[in-house]
Nanobody, 120 residues
């Protein structure tokens, strides 16, 4: 069974940092791209970042470029989203998902989500 588990969310002041983790099991880690998504109350889910399975190319939503980085550790089957200089508008539930490729929207699995709250 393909399973993803997020962790690392929490409450942080504006300007602070958090590192989210997405631990994968039940599949060969490098077979899929891993994307991070977020959904704020009353808003649609949006893509934040993605790391390609084939070549490690990364993608970022414009509003997080320069503040967020994404990386993977294949030995731990884990993808990380490092979030720096957080802003109140980053507040959302963050989800990771396994996708056949970044942007394909052929999702294999979703995590349960982790709450990120940024206070002003």
């Amino acid at each position: 069974e393909v399973q993803l588990v997020e962790s690392g969310g929490g409450l942080v002041q504006a300007g602070g940092s958090l590192r989210l983790s997405c631990a994968a099991s039940g599949f060969t880690f490098n077979d899929y791209a891993i994307g991070w998504f977020r959904q704020a109350p009353g808003k649609e889910r949006e893509g934040v970042s993605c790391i390609s399975s084939n070549n490690g190319i990364t993608y970022f939503k414009d509003s997080v470029k320069g503040r967020f980085t994404i990386s993977s550790d294949s030995a731990k089957n884990t993808v990380y989203l490092q979030m720096n200089n957080l802003k109140p508008e980053d507040t959302a539930v963050y989800y990771c998902a396994a996708d056949y490729e970044c942007g394909s929207a052929l999702f294999v699995s979703w995590g349960q989500g982790t709450q990120v709250t940024v206070s002003s």
